[in-house]
């Protein structure tokens, strides 16, 4: 059971604006039965929260208060995660040297390691997550030998920037297979390489990780500051610029907005894309920022502006916003257009297409499904076609539904 707080503060408010639970319900797109739940000390996701600010005029963390977890069975995942961590998060000791276990058997040779870097952000874009759960711990125990080794001059430069790059890699995949604060422990280590180099780009990288991790947590907030804060410490001149810089700054901005967004702050959210834009606009096309390994440019923004019209509850804005998408600037990341495909998912259940929505998500399936087996939005998604059809679901929605680990 919830912290009986939150509970008390739904009630409280809804008292307070004067409205009776029937109403809440209709003005949340919420079911009776949810409020109902929610008030008698019962559980919820936190886009359930996100609609019960939006319809009470508070921020979505205004329900979210501390409280003991409640206990669970340990996970395989626990388990299956254990030689990542070891290398990640290590144990220290009494002469507060790392245990970072075997490294190379042979010689160090960055240039080696910069090609095992390349080959596993090769394996990353193409979700590969069988394999890099693999090769992973043995890159990351690789890249502190490297740095261990050569401890002056260019190549220690070199190695702190390879291990910079290699643990902001295991970060985002950590996130990928939901790991969060491992991924927090990878990406908070990676900037601290990047910061002593002083190599921007792959610092805004790191942070823009972290905040993207953080967002999975809920921590809207915490989120929106980051990254306002660190987009102002690296503001760049927009006429000198490179592009990696503008990427860089680009991306912290989308992550501010991504957590206004969802903390129901909407027309913050909606300034940061703005100012994104900019640098989106300076760049003119897509462009493959290599420190975060991911494409920056006017299409990032524009993807934005349709999950921010989404979680503001106008579905309808959010499809139009979606047709403005441009289409001659390039590709952007396989994974940003397939979040931006479920939006339009959602956004077509909600306007009364669920054919089309579910015809969306197949399409992802069958295309991405590496991908989108790990995605928490993809299983609401499919839990709320379910609900359009909850008697007679067809053959493809139940085989969707079992893909997705979602119960009928």
Known sequence: MQDASISDRVRELRRRRGMTQEELAERAALSLAVIKKLEQGGTCRMETYHQLARALGVTTVWFVSAGPPEPTEAVVDEVVLADMRSAINPPIGLAGRPLYGTADGDHPNLSRLRGAASAI??????????????IMPALVRSAHHHVEVHDTGDERRDALQLRADILGQAGRYLIQIRAHDLALIALQRSLRDAVEIGDTPLAAAAVSGQAWAMLRQG??????????DTSGEIEPTMSKASPDELSGWGYLLLRAAAAASRNNRPDEAREYVRTAGAAGARLGRQHQDLAGHKSFGPLNPALMRTEIELLDGRPDRAIEAAREVPRDVGTGNKSGWDRHRLDIARAKAQT?????????????????PEWLRYQQYGRDITRELLDTRPRMPSRAMLDLADFMGVQP
């Open 121 to 134: 952000a090769a394996k990353y874009q193409a979700d590969a997550y069988d394999d890099l759960a693999r």
């Open 219 to 228: 921590r809207f907030a915490e989120v929106e500051q980051l990254c306002v």
């Open 352 to 368: 009364g297409d669920p054919e089309k929505a579910a015809e969306i998500v197949q399409a992802i399936r069958a295309e991405h």
